[in-house]
């Protein structure tokens, strides 16, 4: 973990590509032995998808920045791809976003079929969860810190999150949503995950309770700006260099920062949520430079 203290955010994300890359795919070969056919291979399908890998990093970085060491703490950042992937398998069909390109391949309802696809994305929440035990217990966790770490995760990943923001998102369709309410869809729909990763690295680490909190601040606010800037890439980036569709959101006339502020307010808006964001670590002494490096990354990132 000594290359996660002071690295770059590229040098960061590209750790966090290379050893939860093989995680992943040691997952998948393991999974679809276990369940031969065209489930075993749904699965490893969504789980050898190429991505950037932000949310580990996040992970990670928090996790250094507590104190941890220990490398074990790479199959929890995992766990928290393996929850991200399940989100992308579930927003990709064609009752939700109906997609069909995603990281520059085909959405798995796409290469295999929906229903298939509806079961991988289920399937991949108990593997998650399977993965964030067996890495803390091989961490030396306690059973009161896996607890909480798995309440976090699933949570996030749940009604009170990323479920409940993906609801609140289809419902607005159509709507023009003020900034507080879009504030609300997002802050489940895409900021519960990212905050779930910066407080299970704290949680992992045995941050105390001020450090923990500055987490969880900074995760907050940095789920806000993530998607800010996810906005503002729809609106202006092309198919190609995103790696989905670009232009999806206009297109289902969908509540976005971009609609609402303009593309420079937005950017400038994402600013402000990265500084309030790294502003909180700072104030309670938790290392930043890494994830100060993350944050400023989501914010000025082309795809």
């Given at each position: 973990?000594?290359?996660?203290?002071?690295?770059?955010?590229?040098?960061?994300?590209?750790?966090?590509?290379?050893?939860?890359?093989?995680?992943?795919?040691a997952c998948a070969l393991r999974l679809e032995a276990e369940m031969p056919g065209r489930l075993g291979e749904a699965v490893a399908y969504a789980l050898r998808s190429p991505g950037k890998r932000v949310r580990p990093a996040l992970l990670l970085a928090a996790y250094a920045a507590a104190g941890g060491r220990d490398e074990a703490i790479i199959g929890v950042a995992t766990a928290v791809e393996i929850v991200h992937t399940y989100s992308l398998v579930h927003d990709d069909l064609p009752c939700m976003d109906d997609d069909a390109l995603r990281r520059g391949r085909p959405t798995t309802h796409i290469a295999f079929d929906t229903a298939l696809a509806t079961r991988v994305g289920y399937l991949l929440v108990p593997f998650a969860g399977e993965e964030l035990a067996r890495s803390a217990r091989a961490m030396g966790l306690p059973d009161t810190a896996i607890g909480a770490m798995a309440v976090e995760l699933f949570e996030a990943g749940g009604i009170r999150g990323m479920v409940g923001g993906q609801w609140l998102d289809l419902e607005a369709e159509g709507e023009r949503l003020d900034l507080q309410r879009l504030m609300a869809v997002h802050r489940g729909k895409t900021g519960a995950l990212i905050r779930a990763a910066v407080v299970l690295g704290g949680l992992a680490a045995g941050a105390p309770p001020g450090a923990l909190a500055a987490l969880r601040t900074y995760g907050e606010e940095l789920g806000l700006a993530f998607q800010v800037a996810d906005d503002v890439l729809d609106a202006t980036a092309t198919s190609e260099v995103l790696g989905k569709t670009a232009g999806k959101d206009a297109e289902v006339a969908k509540s976005t920062y971009v609609g609402l502020l303009g593309v420079e307010a937005a950017r400038e808006a994402a600013a402000r949520h990265e500084a309030l964001g790294v502003a909180a670590l700072q104030a309670a002494g938790v290392p930043s430079e890494a994830l100060a490096a993350l944050a400023r990354y989501i914010v000025t990132r082309s795809s």
């Open positions: 973990m000594s290359e996660v203290t002071h690295a770059s955010a590229a040098e960061l994300l590209e750790h966090s590509r290379q050893w939860v890359d093989a995680e992943l795919f």
